[in-house]
């Protein structure tokens, strides 16, 4: 049975490195040995302070940092995010700044390796430096996703896809989120992390996972050499079926990941946490599938107010589903495939995910 440890923290950094630290003693950290190569996966998906709880806290990476140097190995910080530069997103969350004075590499995930996943992709590019690894910390962000409820430890390693071959993978899962989540589930098993460590002292609630989600604090490092019975941990501290998150249910569904994780520490209850409207993208009789999806489903939308016409979503997008005029932002429904990057991508916070008037009368109708 995998064990999950979890324990109390606060970004109060001498608290905060003895969590780390024990986290990583009671979980693999004793495997890493001197000269060893280690890959740091933060959650870096776009600039943000960390306040905004939209990147992995630069305490928490921090403290990896100091833990793998402890062992007399070489960390070295990676990710790959197609909402802005690397060192843009480094100096904007404040992660640059914390390292000063540290022995630490910042190196962008760039080049790919293809690894033979077996069916239904049979192969995927995936970050060389990830797969080279000698060990691989996996440090993802408690945030909301407005695709797929949550992304934790699983999702977080869809950063190992390099840059934007990630909407190309939006683009051919389109909107089945089963299928999407089956990738997340085959690259994670294709990274295998050594541990994953969550970060959810801020989390983010609402409309996440980017600007427009709301930070919620928790308090929690939860970690595991499982990275599913750590997200598992989480479903139940939020209340979730341990199910009710789709990766947890694809990995489960293909053994060995259980339901059934062992929890060492204090788990807090959190029992008012504010998800995304996670509506079903095709639901009813199969010959309307297509005219639901294009008018019924849950559609991005742009407030107005906030948007600055910067261009990120469209030049994200990886359906070509949004044109701009000199005044706003428009969707073509008919186009998007409702992977809701452009909420990733967002700078202003801008875009939410709504259901329609008419999509909730017909699920209503339907009982869906
Ligand atoms: S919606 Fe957001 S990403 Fe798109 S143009 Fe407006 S501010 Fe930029
Ligand atoms: S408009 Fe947004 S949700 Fe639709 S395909 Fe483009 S990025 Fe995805």
């Known amino acids: 049975m995998s064990k999950v440890f979890v324990r109390r923290a606060e970004y109060n950094y001498a608290m905060l490195r ?46 990896a940092v100091e833990y793998v140097l402890d062992k007399g190995a070489s960390p070295v910080v990676s990710d790959s995010s197609a909402a802005a530069s690397f060192g843009r997103i480094l100096k904007d969350s404040g992660i640059r700044d914390a390292f000063e004075g540290l022995k630490v590499e910042f190196r962008e995930f760039k080049t790919s390796v293809a690894v033979d996943v077996g069916k239904p992709f049979n192969e995927i590019d995936i970050a060389a430096d990830a797969m080279n690894a000698d060990f691989l910390i996996n440090l993802p962000k408690l945030k909301t996703h407005a695709q797929m409820l949550l992304t934790l430890g699983v999702k977080n390693l869809f950063g190992c896809i390099v840059g ?3 909407p190309e993978w939006h683009f051919r ?33 609402g409309q996440g996972p980017g600007k427009g989600g709301e930070p919620r604090h928790i308090g929690v490092l939860m970690g595991s050499c499982d990275a599913v019975a ?68 849950q559609r991005p939308i742009c407030d107005a107010s906030l948007c600055k016409l910067c261009g990120e979503c469209w030049k994200y997008c990886p359906a070509l589903a ?47």
């Open 18 to 63: 003895q969590a780390m630290f024990e986290i990583m003693d009671l979980t693999a950290g004793s495997l890493i040995q001197k000269n060893s190569r280690v890959v740091i996966k933060p959650n870096l998906l776009a600039p943000a302070v960390p306040e905004k709880a939209v990147v992995t806290h630069p305490m928490v990476v921090k403290a």
């Open 164 to 166: 934007l071959k990630k």
């Open 173 to 205: 899962t389109g909107v089945d989120r089963e299928m999407f989540a089956t990738l997340l589930v085959k690259i994670y098993q294709a990274v295998r992390p050594s541990v994953t460590v969550i970060d959810g002292i801020l989390a983010m609630q």
């Open 230 to 297: 750590a997200d598992i941990a989480v479903c139940k501290m939020l209340g979730v079926a341990p199910d009710g998150l789709l990766t947890n249910r694809i990995a489960m569904g293909q053994g060995p990941a259980s339901e059934e994780i062992e929890i060492v520490g204090e788990l807090p209850e959190v029992r008012d946490f504010k998800f995304p409207d996670i509506v079903p993208l095709v639901f009813g009789p199969q010959k309307f599938h297509g005219f639901m999806r294009r008018h019924l489903v």
């Open 322 to 368: 949004i044109a701009h005029d000199s005044r706003k932002v428009r969707f073509d429904y008919e186009k998007c495939i409702r992977c809701y990057c452009c909420l990733e991508v967002c700078p202003h916070g801008a875009l939410s995910a709504r259901e329609t008037v008419t999509g909730k009368i017909t699920r209503r109708l339907l009982k869906i």
